[in-house]
């Protein structure tokens, strides 16, 4: 081995070792309050600050990755799977996804989180929204809502959101009805383009969008 190559040994065993180590989550379950089961993929480690990631109809826990391992430094993330999909099992109300939510806001607050953030996509987002109005005040500190699917009550809707959506999509009606509805404090972020909910992460405006989000989460 030259010593040109040896010299980069070193570099390439910890870019490697930083590769596996940021690729690494630690999958675990927890109950429902229904008697439910919910699967998660865990990253980051325990701490003050949290945020669970919910899933679209089309997406699971493993399509956060991505954003998971951004959202993860310096904070304890759970990406989970909704009833009914992966292992993730129905409780006495089968679609009470918001009970999913909820089970998973109260694990990480039973590890010690003091202040957790949701962030849900289309499906997920009225899951998380729908959370949100029921959990005791303060279980929940604030909500990243992309693109919600229709959720009830939007009026007692109280908590620090974030609203996101693409300006063309077909649902953008629906979302700013659901803005305008809303009682606590509120944003809404509009971005470019036709992207529904998580399939922005794939586009031009992903990195726009990730951004936003981890400004959000970390805002006091």
């Known amino acids: 081995m030259t010593s040109r190559a040896a010299g980069r040994l070193p570099l390439m065993l910890a870019s490697a070792l930083a590769l596996v180590t940021a690729a690494s ?4 379950s927890f109950s429902t309050a229904d008697g439910g089961t919910v699967v ?3 990253y980051g480690e325990r701490g003050r600050d949290a945020v669970v ?5 089309v997406f699971d826990k493993g399509s956060w990755r991505p ?8 904070r304890r993330v759970l990406a989970i799977d909704f009833r009914g999909h992966g ?3 129905a409780g006495s109300e089968p679609d009470a996804l918001y009970q999913d939510v909820l089970a998973a806001v109260r694990h990480l607050r039973a590890e010690g989180s003091k202040r957790v953030a949701v962030v849900g996509g289309s499906l997920g987002a009225a899951a998380a929204a729908r959370a949100a109005i029921a959990a005791p005040p303060g279980e929940i500190d604030r909500l990243v809502l992309l693109a919600p699917a229709a959720f009830e009550g939007a009026d007692r ?6 609203f996101v959506v693409s300006v063309d999509e077909p649902s953008a009606a629906r979302v700013h009805a659901l803005y305008e509805r809303t009682s ?5 972020l509009e971005l470019p383009g036709a992207a529904h909910a998580q399939h922005v992460f794939a586009t031009e405006q992903g990195e726009r969008l990730v951004a936003a989000i981890l400004d959000f989460v970390a805002e006091p």
Not at 53 to 57: E, F, S, T
Not at 69 to 74: I, K, N, P, S, Y
Request: glycine share 8%.
């Open 67 to 74: 954003q998971a391992e951004r959202l993860a430094a310096g």
């Open 40 to 42: 998660a993929d865990a």
């Open 87 to 89: 292992r993730s099992r």
């Open 25 to 28: 989550a630690e999958e675990l």
């Open 184 to 188: 606590g404090p509120k944003r809404l």
């Open 157 to 162: 809707l109280r908590i620090r959101t974030l």
């Open 53 to 57: 990631l919910a899933p679209g109809a």
